[in-house]
């Protein structure tokens, strides 16, 4: 079904992606069991840090809680998703609010880990599979704590349903989010197809004295092909009218969530639901009836060092991409590699590729927003978003300079037009990534989104 006016969905994606933010919910349950290693990896070599999200703890005197990792986010298409992971009794379970479904309702699925030397690992080291009947099975990758992907296949690997995407959640207090600042993603996928699209930008929460009003700006390449948004930029305010704020939200037991309800409390399409941590990354989801689509909110860089690349985001990511061509009209959810090097450059490869032998599809420098200068009005993309945001006017300093979008990267490959946007968390273990192919024909663009979780642990196949 044609979802509303595509500057609707951005507006109500932005800012429930920053409001996302705000609202994260506890998991019940004590947390993670180990921390997965976070070392370098720049040329897909194997590092020894724990990945596998399994327990170490060896204490004979301790009793020790089930350990059980809770995850909330979003089917970008709207629907409010969380998912489970049982991790001592090696199960796991998903749950879409959207469609009706409680936690009661839904059964868990077993799973094993895949072997990296298996065809659906391609060499990476932390995925699970969960078989759901004979036909069917989920393909999962975690990084405990931090983030989880998920997608079912069918018996020939041919994707099923859309991707849901899903971050660590526990009890957010919304007052640890004000005067804070988040550079975010928004994916929204169409049910006819026509207007799915993807954004990248900023968004931050204002003082407490002005409620947590939202601030942003989002440039989409798809809009600016169609010359939209601020004079035909593709950039957009994703709170035009000042209309949300933090405080229009209210905390939900149940689901462990902050929601915004529409017209009627209860229904679901018409729900912005919140969930993450306070000190973390958010996800926002907002319903059908609400525009649609997820929020990916990350929290910025502190110091304006890191307006360049880091070394302690190099690594090898697992990725799983919605891509859709518009060209034949046709969409598919398929994983991927990106390797990033210590100086910042990204490339990606198809999933069954060797990073050692093969070509990667892109190969570019990763620019901070801050620096590129290549707007898509003539000026630094952050002037832009300062203007179309309206950022200078928030009480906090913070947001004030919000729009510089510290730990958000662009590259640009200007031969094929082909631009990649990356966001990454402060720590680097994943984030949120882009990339449009714009072909010959403007209106026959290819566009992919998703995320991307590290692997320390990756092999390289031979």
């Known amino acids: 079904m044609r979802r509303k006016h595509w500057l609707f969905i951005i507006l109500i994606g932005l800012f429930a992606f920053s409001l996302m933010v705000y609202t994260g919910c506890s998991t019940g349950s004590s947390g993670s069991d180990t921390a997965a290693d976070t070392g370098d990896t720049t040329d897909g070599d194997t590092d020894t840090g724990d990945t596998d999200g399994t327990d170490d703890t060896d204490d004979d005197d301790t009793v020790v809680s089930p350990v059980i990792r809770s995850y909330g986010g979003s089917d970008p298409e709207g629907d409010f998703v969380v998912i489970i992971n049982d991790v001592d009794n090696s199960r796991v379970k998903r749950i879409d609010y959207t469609a009706g479904e409680t936690e009661d309702s839904m059964e868990w699925y077993d799973y094993t880990a895949v072997e990296p030397d298996d065809e659906f690992a391609s060499g990476f080291s932390m995925l699970n599979r969960a078989e759901i009947d004979s036909d069917t099975f989920v393909l999962f990758a975690e990084f405990p704590e931090v983030a989880l992907i998920y997608q079912v296949f069918d018996e020939s690997g041919d994707d ?15 007052t640890e989010l004000y005067e804070k600042a988040y550079n975010w993603m928004k994916f929204y996928i169409d049910g006819d197809l026509e207007d799915s699209d993807m954004s990248a930008g900023f968004c931050g929460f204002d003082a407490q004295s002005e409620e947590g009003l939202v601030y942003g700006a989002a440039y989409s390449k798809r809009e600016n092909v169609f010359e939209e948004g601020y004079e035909g930029s593709g950039v957009s305010d994703i709170n035009e009218g000042d209309v949300t704020k933090l405080d229009d939200f209210t905390y939900d037991e149940e689901t462990e969530s902050c929601i915004m309800w529409g017209s009627a409390v209860e229904n679901w399409d018409e729900a912005i639901t919140l969930t993450g941590t306070d000190s973390g990354s958010i996800i926002l989801d907002f319903g059908p009836d609400m525009g649609g689509g997820m929020g990916l909110a990350v929290p910025q860089m502190d110091d304006p060092a890191d307006s360049e690349w880091w070394s302690s985001g190099a690594g090898t990511y697992f990725a799983m991409m919605y891509e859709l061509d518009k060209g034949d009209g046709e969409s598919s959810v398929n994983p991927m590699k990106l390797v990033i090097t210590d100086t910042g450059r990204v490339k ?13 599809v892109f190969n570019q420098q990763l620019i901070a927003f801050e620096n590129f200068n290549e707007g898509p009005n003539d000026e630094r993309i952050e002037d832009t978003f300062g203007t179309v945001s309206g950022n200078d006017e928030a009480v906090s300093s913070a947001v004030n300079n919000a729009h510089k979008c510290r730990g958000a990267f662009i590259a640009h490959d200007e031969e094929d037009d082909v631009i990649v946007t990356a966001l990454i968390d402060p720590d680097g273990r994943f984030g949120g990534f882009t990339l449009f192919d714009d072909e010959e024909e403007e209106t026959d663009y290819i566009l992919r989104f998703g995320f991307y979780i590290r692997d320390s642990g990756y092999t390289d196949p031979e």
Do not use: C, F, H, M
Not at 160 to 174: A, T
């Open 160 to 174: 099923i349903g859309n991707p849901s995407y899903v971050v660590y959640r526990e009890e957010l207090d919304k």
């Open 348 to 360: 990606v490869y198809q999933y069954n590729d060797s990073i050692a032998s093969g070509t990667p």
